[in-house]
């Protein structure tokens, strides 16, 4: 009920605020007879994690994950995998300075107000910190649906877009620059503009593109849980997203029935994909696509107004090392919730089957 | 696991197709003691109903519900709430032309591959008619938690849009018109588009803003089941919706964290609003906002190709009463939606106290 | 939360009280393209109903399913199948004399206090009327499974007991009495046991045997949801159920490792099977056997002292309609049960292979 | 769906198999504001681990249980409990004997044909260790239900009861003796028989009796979650357990309705319980009261023939350090998982409120 599970089958349970001993989590429900790659999934915590280039937090995590249990000589055995990542540079004293404040657009005050008690430090499970146990999760749930391809790419850094379709990209190119934008030309005007926002102190929001491409026909259940009812919620679920589309999305709510429907050939694909590949909530085997807003980053390192927990009005602001665009770093917890989302339905279709 | 139920505490699970005996559901959480208005909730069923006036599809269904459980004296019981909607008009030879035929931009063929049989009468359980058994359980959920405002209004048609800010509309206005939007110049644009539309045998996409106002803070849970998570799955589990967004939404991904960040009064609430009333997943006091974006219906009284289940292309043309844009008729689902968010938040919420 | 939903995967969801309109379910998560043998569904429905013989209440209901969604052409279309069954011989008269009035042993003192306000006419939701919407249900997982032979009998009524184990019996002799005990001779007194105590207005308690054959290897969850675990917990939640046993039971608390250890033969089963078919909480492939205690029917054709509602010892007479013994109308029902519990493990089990 | 998180609300998840790196879990859903007595819980767990007399087994494991979230300055935050209890004494070479064996009325056999592959270092996931996470849990829900009192104690072992009613028993004398029996007599006779089995390289089963009072009414969902029923699946989820009873239990299918019916006092209270605090899966205040059969110990230290991988019969003799009897490591096991049952329907009590 409180909201710490993710999926139905193959549930992630996670645990942990930012600057305690260690964050981490339980998968239940993975299939047994999985071989796992160990390195694939430090891979990808790797590419969440701070300090990785100069656009990013300069915190320095080795978010290294230890399994505690479900593996056993590197096969999964169907019981429940438990897993710590340690909290080795929390520096707690950089907080010190907001335990009474509630910072502008952060979560100090809902917080405070629904708990009564708050781990002030760093934002505690507000933390986007906790996503890299969905990070963990998620690479083991890819490994689960390796036919499926998953690929997230940075598409807009505020009013700088990716305007390429993702058809006209080279997914194997996104890991190529810091921004992890596939067009390189675009990535460096990405790059450029976060470098001056971060010299100003200043934040910048963005967009991320997320394209699942190889997806078998039938995944997604009809009614509440339509599978892109799902990915909204897995990825609204994020830290900092405002925004969720899939297919033509916002653009398709100014379109006319006779452009939008996407008419068949005769293998039952499409010659258009305003759907998204997906139809009544199900996937008809086209790519899907959407599109997930992120806000700016709240932590600001300039003078701001905040309220203390006695009413006043106080300046503050941001010390420590945070993200001035938060969308690089997201784009694996991207592709993490939405491996999540696919292996539950992939699994519950086994099921009916 | 086959997504029949919405909600955690005040959990609605729906039953039946277009074409059946009945539609109807079970609510099962509803607190004792609540005296139900029982026009009230049929009145919200009238707003969705079909036939309502002449930009919506001219089908007479009377829609009445019947409750058969859970409410004795007129007061609810703690027990569950079954009811049913008989389905008085169905016309199942309008469909027979389609039985072996999977329509463009519908469900027939992913329903045909997931399932291996359909009942092809008119979308069976993927027509927008299962939503008004959450007309339904919304309407009880509004009473539960009457004193938030619920307000959704038509925002655009097509490339109308209704430029004004929620805060510069009075929503008593939002019943006058056909369109549902209250503003009248605005909303007399719209039905002149949607009629044209008609007329052509076509149809056109809109978007819903919903306004949600006098929120307790505190609603939402902080990691996966975040306030605005769970709406944006309420309302992607709608038919025909392509997208969501919140607060500053897309626009907020453009904009620098020095613009975005809303500063504190003494009182807790903010200056600005683009966090659109939720904080870290939960709500602040402010008012919270959203818009939704609907597809253009995709039936067509227009010549289209289609597929049969045979692999041939076959030209069809959509027969029966449709409706040329679904956003008018769609603005109870989404405050119904909203309220079942709504109604789960503030029960568990009671659970911590 | 409110526990009207039995199952994980096949889901079954009731309503209705005794004395309403009419009672009721969805079932959500039956698999597509199961032909239904609707006339084997209702027959389990009349092994049920009251009237059938001279030693059970003597009320007369059809008791007549109604199917409203889920099934096109006779076939589960993997939709969600809500059913009716309507209340017809409701003498809501019957009950009149204790509207205020808590009687002894029955669910009134308690639903009152938990709930505030309780619909009064005979029993309401804590009628054992509510169990014909899972003897619906469990007919349909019946013939999911139909691979599986459940067959439940009376083992005890009183002090009589039937001393054959159930290797011994002939099950096609179940049905042949009106006490459903397959051995004639041990029926007979059972019956005649039975209609001595309703002479006296009085009610007697009895056990239930159920035998689970050609069970499937592999059925269960190892930690919380064991497969005897969900069977205790399915038995528990009928009426007037005080205890569940299964294999050696509380006998085996008695015994010695080394007399109760089943040792295995070559092909994996067992030379004894204490065990009941379980190990560790998933099925061996052994015969699963369990019992279960049903106390004496609370209501008496007799004098006995109750409490009103404003603190007053009165004295009152059950009037109505009565089951002397609940033990055998409810062979149906726990049959039922276990048919449920077993096809969502049996489903489950899908989804790991 | 794979079943390792028990309750609703105040939901606990484990991990962990006996031989890997730790054990452990998470506690979603505890509320905030919770001062946490941490000796208490640790104490709890010294009552479940192995060592602590002669009677059970002599492994030496410290069990402490380390925190890694959810409290901060010693107080829950109403994030999720994070927990660990690392294997210290996992001596793995005791159990290579059995890799390829499949042990009588173990789970070995069935864990290897439900996954395909096991963890054979003793027990793994089947193992009791995996309980003393549910201890850790069950201790922290005593402390947020500390009003309620819940009184476990062996009430028999092997054909030695003690045959007092726990009325007349002084709970605070069960800790006084090795095997947890509070009438000192009885006691002795027990311990004695333990010894003596234990010298045979035999096992022995037994009964715990679980007393709770002090009980708020209305506790308990009235159809599937009777609070029996839940009771009833917490108790058989325990290993070695095979049956449960409350109230009159398997007695009570023996009586008539006339001796068996509860007479209200005019206070609500009842002159007898025969329910067992319950009626209709609701509590009325009285005092609850059941009773669990567990089975004796499968491990023997005596030759038994067990079935290897390949079909062979072969002789095998249990090794490492097994307890003669589970009872009495198993009472903190049954309060806590009795806590866990009470904890979730206090806290949805409070939800409908």
Same mark, same amino acid.
């Given at each position: ?29 993975? #299939? *047994? ?12 915590? %790797?590419? /969440?994690?701070? +300090?990785? @280039? !100069? ?48 910072? #502008? *657009? ?12 708050? %781990?002030? /430090?760093?934002? +505690?499970? @507000? !933390? ?226």
């Amino acid at each position: 009920m409180a909201g710490n599970t993710f999926g139905k089958i193959f549930k992630l349970t996670t645990f942990g605020e930012s600057h305690g001993i260690a964050i981490g989590g339980i998968i239940d429900g993975c #299939p *047994s007879g999985l071989q796992l790659d160990l390195d694939a999934i430090q891979n990808e915590l %790797d590419r /969440r994690k701070p +300090g990785q @280039s !100069s656009i990013v937090t300069q915190r320095k995590e080795p978010d290294t994950v230890e399994f505690l249990s479900g593996i056993f000589e590197g096969q999964t055995t169907g019981t429940p995998i438990g897993f710590v990542i340690k909290n080795t540079n929390q520096k707690s004293k950089d907080y010190s300075h907001i335990k009474d404040v509630y910072r #502008p *657009s952060h979560a100090d005050y809902t917080y405070e107000k629904k708990y009564g008690v708050r %781990d002030y /430090r760093g934002g +505690g499970r @507000s !933390s986007a910190r906790e996503t890299a146990s969905r990070v963990v999760a998620g690479a083991i749930a890819k490994q689960l649906i390796n036919n499926i391809a998953i690929n997230a790419y940075t598409s807009s850094v505020g009013d700088i877009f990716l305007e390429k379709p993702y058809q006209d990209l080279d997914f194997s190119k996104t890991e190529s620059n810091a921004v992890r934008c596939p067009d390189q030309e675009t990535a460096e005007r990405m790059i450029h503009r976060i470098k001056a926002i971060k010299k100003e102190g200043d934040t910048i929001g963005g967009t991320i593109t997320c394209v699942l491409q190889n997806i078998p026909i039938g995944l997604g259940e009809p009614v509440f849980d339509k599978l892109h009812a799902d990915l909204g919620k897995a990825m609204l679920s994020i830290n900092a997203v405002k925004g969720f589309e899939y297919g033509s999305g916002f653009c398709g709510a100014k379109m006319k029935g006779s452009d939008h429907n996407d008419i068949f050939n005769e293998d039952g694909s499409t010659k258009t994909n305003l759907s998204g590949g997906i139809q009544g909530g199900i996937s008809n085997g086209m790519d899907i696509y959407f599109r997930v807003a992120f806000k700016p980053v709240a932590t600001l390192i300039q003078k701001q107004n905040a309220l203390d927990s006695s009413g006043n009005i106080v300046e503050m602001q941001g010390k420590g090392r945070h993200d001035p665009c938060v969308v690089p770093r997201a784009i694996p917890i991207v592709e993490a919730m939405a491996a999540l989302v696919l292996v539950d339905f992939y699994l519950l279709n086994k099921l009916y089957k």
